[in-house]
């Protein structure tokens, strides 16, 4: 897991053959919150838009971390829940037609 100090990202991801633009990072922003509280497959891509740092949580650590205090655990899980949903909301309100990956490398939108 990583904590954003500085700096603005975009994250992308591909799901189920489209590739997603998901909400931009930000400082103070937690990144591959939902692979350190998982299996620890990251979900998706991360390029910097404006120069920035990242601080690095190990996973082992951050396990450690959890051992000792639960509910930190259950803090983090809240936020990743909160995190869905904006994302569920900020997909369901912009009206942008997704694109679609074809297996020969192009991309269309899905109306065409």
Same mark, same amino acid.
């Given at each position: &897991? $990583? =904590?954003? =100090?500085?700096?603005? !990202? =975009?994250?992308? /991801?591909?799901? !189920?053959? &489209?590739?997603? &633009? ?12 939902? /692979? /350190? ?23 082992? @650590?951050?396990?450690? /971390? !959890?051992? @000792?205090?639960?509910? &930190? ?11 869905? @949903?904006?994302? $569920?909301?900020?997909?369901?309100? @912009?009206? =942008?037609?997704?694109v679609r ?12």
């Open positions: &897991m $990583y =904590v954003v =100090v500085s700096g603005d !990202f =975009v994250r992308k /991801a591909q799901r !189920f053959q &489209m590739r997603v &633009m998901l909400e931009p990072a930000r400082a103070g922003d937690l990144i591959e919150l939902a /692979a /350190a509280l998982g299996d620890g497959r990251h979900t998706y891509t991360l390029n910097a838009v404006t120069p920035g740092s990242l601080l690095l949580l190990p996973l082992e @650590s951050l396990h450690q /971390a !959890f051992a @000792s205090h639960p509910p &930190m655990r259950m803090r983090l899980l809240e936020e990743l829940a909160r995190e869905v @949903s904006r994302a $569920y909301i900020s997909c369901c309100l @912009s009206r =942008v037609t997704p990956r074809h297996s020969d490398g192009t991309t269309r939108n899905q109306g065409q």
